[in-house]
């Protein structure tokens, strides 16, 4: 079966200062897939899901070489859209940050940068992102309290709605559940599954079940490097190289 | 033996800290105290909304007086001294600046006193109200009033009359109404000018400006270093800038409230800088990556986000800015001048609350009393705003921390 890609990242070098943080790194990133990137605490992970949206250039000192194509254009020309980038490929932190406003203004707040201003058009782009979210049965009726009110699992999931409601392509996640409790990450790995027949997902993990559980692709880092790539259950099942093996053996990290 | 030398040693220590620290709230009592137990006695409605200087009115009472023999009405006391003939009442007060006077107390409202024909514009006509003072009175009988004689021997005087050659009246003045239009003028006019370019000037330091130049950190110590410059020297450069700038391009001719509003905003500009750019640096990064993730432009996270979680900091910014402002003198003095003024014009000198009190203390009977009933009126201005400012600032942390 032959799989689009929606990234392609050729020979990406990426140094902070001094300090190189990637290593040649080539991969592509199908479309309407799960894609996990895993790996030991300091290995590049993040900081490859974050040259995706550009997010590194908000780091001083950041320098990228290499090539990074979103649906064939080299987003590190100089003449890129870096706006229009983060609007087709939405993210989700680590940490659930929602803005200091309201529920409905949280997810609002996007499309509304974007110069949205009719409030028939934004009650639906909201109550849309919310229900393909999973929550809007728990916050229709609260939409004017502050986003800070909900729990930290339910928080998770409206930036994911926040993220839904501009309509991406493609959803970076940076560990979404890794400051969560074990129900609102089963609630969060369950929307996932949702989503992807929608929405191309990158989710980095340090939970090595979790990308087994979600993932369709997995990649392996290791200091900077990209040690294997492959379908999920190769992966977790007959992995070819050594390190990885022992990685997800739990023989470290 | 050693060991209890110690322990008095450090009992001694107690001992001096602790009364250290009684001395500067003991200090800060007694300045309170003093300011009140001088002042209160003058603080009146009167006060605040009279002008300083009095207008005085000379009139003259011609024509043939009926016999109508008015009632003292029954809401008066005694110390109201009632003249039936006439049916005016007088009594003693004490003015604006604490000095006593004859008060025309009550006036019926049928007296013949009540309108009376101008002696110094003629055809006009003066109307005798409540509240004025009462100066001198020649009549036609050639018995005067003055002042200093007291109510009871002027009632006696009126009722004897039948004409009045030559009365003469004031309004009581010495009020500072003119002095707190000026600083509530000042106050908006320096934070119209200083507040969008201080903020301004924040948001360049803390979010656009490059993260770790040098040049940016040495020009946020000057800032802050700023805020520590006397502001006499301010008041130099409005004297020497700001008033012949506004003196060219508007009708003013020499110190200006436009020049004072500009030397003021130069004040509290660092204050601003400074208290802005604390909001902003505690605003977590999650909010600004949050926002540049969902495909916003650097400005509308900055507006949208940022500073709407800093409005709290901004707000406290404005409070020490107008705190700044009405205790401000010596600049003023310079930038603005000295002179007290009834009708506040943008263009002409005139004085706030604090150079008001420089004023009455400079000349050769300072008036503490008055200077103090002014200090009041500036210390429960600034606790009021003290206040809104805190129940505002809750009040919006409340809304966005908590449910």
């Not at chain 1, 393909?132 to 729990?151: F, G, I, M």
């Not at chain 2, 005016?88 to 006193?113: Q, W």
């Not at chain 2, 263009?347 to 503490?368: C, D, K, Q, Y």
């Amino acid at each position: 079966m032959k799989t689009e890609n929606v990234f392609q990242i050729t020979n990406l070098n990426l140094h902070y200062g001094t300090k190189q943080a990637l290593f040649d790194i080539a991969m592509e990133i199908p479309k309407n897939q799960v894609t996990a990137l895993i790996g030991p605490s300091g290995c590049g992970k993040s900081t490859l899901l974050r040259s995706l949206n550009r997010m590194n250039d908000l780091i001083d000192n950041c320098h990228v070489d290499g090539l990074v194509q979103y649906e064939n254009d080299d987003i590190y020309d100089k003449n890129y859209d870096v706006i229009n980038l983060r609007t087709r490929v939405g993210m989700v932190f680590q940490k659930p940050n929602p803005f200091p406003m309201s529920i409905f203004d949280n997810i609002a707040y996007g499309p509304r940068c974007q110069g949205v201003k009719d409030k028939k058009t934004l009650n639906e782009i909201v109550k849309n992102a919310l229900v393909n979210s999973a929550l809007y049965d728990e916050v229709k009726d609260r939409l004017k309290e502050a986003a800070t009110s909900l729990s930290g699992g339910q928080q998770q999931r409206l930036c994911i709605a926040r993220a839904i409601a501009m309509s991406p392509e493609v959803i970076l996640m940076d560990e979404p559940t890794s400051a969560l409790d074990p129900i609102a990450t089963a609630k969060i790995e369950e929307l996932i599954q949702e989503l992807k027949k929608d929405y191309t997902i990158v989710i980095v993990t340090h939970n090595m079940q979790q990308a087994a559980r979600i993932s369709d692709n997995t990649a392996f880092f290791l200091m900077g490097e990209l040690i294997e790539y492959d379908k999920t259950d190769l992966i977790f099942s007959q992995p070819s190289k050594k390190q990885t093996e022992d990685y997800i053996t739990g023989r470290f990290g | 033996m050693k060991h209890s030398k110690r322990r008095r040693l450090d009992f001694l220590f107690q001992g001096v800290i602790t009364i250290t620290s009684m001395i500067g709230l003991f200090l800060l009592i007694a300045i309170f105290a003093y300011v009140f137990k001088q002042g209160s006695g003058l603080l009146s409605w009167d006060l605040l909304t009279s002008d300083y200087y009095a207008t005085t009115y000379d009139t003259y009472y011609s024509d043939q007086l009926g016999d109508e023999v008015f009632e003292k009405p029954s809401h008066l006391d005694e110390s109201v001294y009632f003249s039936s003939k006439w049916g005016i009442g007088f009594s003693t007060a004490l003015d604006n600046e604490g000095k006593s006077y004859m008060l025309i107390a009550y006036i019926d409202s049928n007296s013949p006193l009540r309108i009376l024909p101008d002696k110094n514009n003629e055809g006009e006509v003066v109307e005798i109200t409540e509240n004025q003072a009462l100066l001198k009175v020649i009549f036609t009988n050639y018995t005067i009033i003055m002042s200093s004689e007291g109510p009871e021997n002027a009632a006696n005087l009126f009722d004897a009359a039948d004409g009045i050659i030559d009365m003469i009246t004031t309004t009581s003045g010495k009020g500072i109404r003119g002095s707190i239009i000026t600083t509530l003028y000042l106050i908006i006019l320096t934070l119209i000018i200083a507040l969008p370019i201080g903020v301004l000037s924040a948001i360049y330091l803390r979010e656009f400006a490059p993260k770790k130049s040098k040049i940016v950190e040495i020009l946020r110590r000057l800032i802050e270093m700023l805020t520590g410059v006397p502001s006499i020297i301010f008041g130099l450069l409005g004297a020497a800038v700001f008033i012949p700038f506004t003196s060219t391009f508007t009708a003013a001719d020499g110190g200006n409230l436009i020049s004072g509003a500009l030397t003021l905003a130069v004040i509290v500009l660092p204050v601003i800088i400074t208290s802005t750019d604390e909001a902003l640096k505690v605003i977590p990064d999650d909010f600004r990556q949050a926002s540049l993730a969902l495909g916003a432009t650097k400005t509308q996270t900055t507006f949208k986000v940022v500073l709407k979680s800093a409005i709290p900091g901004i707000l406290s910014a404005v409070l020490l800015s107008v705190g700044r402002i009405i205790g401000e003198s010596a600049a003023l003095i310079y930038a603005i001048g000295t002179a007290i003024k009834d009708q506040i014009i943008l263009t002409e000198r005139s004085t706030s609350l604090a150079v008001h009190i420089w004023s009455i203390m400079a000349g050769e009977t300072p008036n503490f009393e008055l200077a103090s009933a002014i200090s009041i009126i500036i210390l429960a201005v600034v606790l009021v705003l003290n206040l809104i400012v805190k129940f505002i600032a809750n009040k919006l942390s409340y809304e966005s921390r908590t449910s």
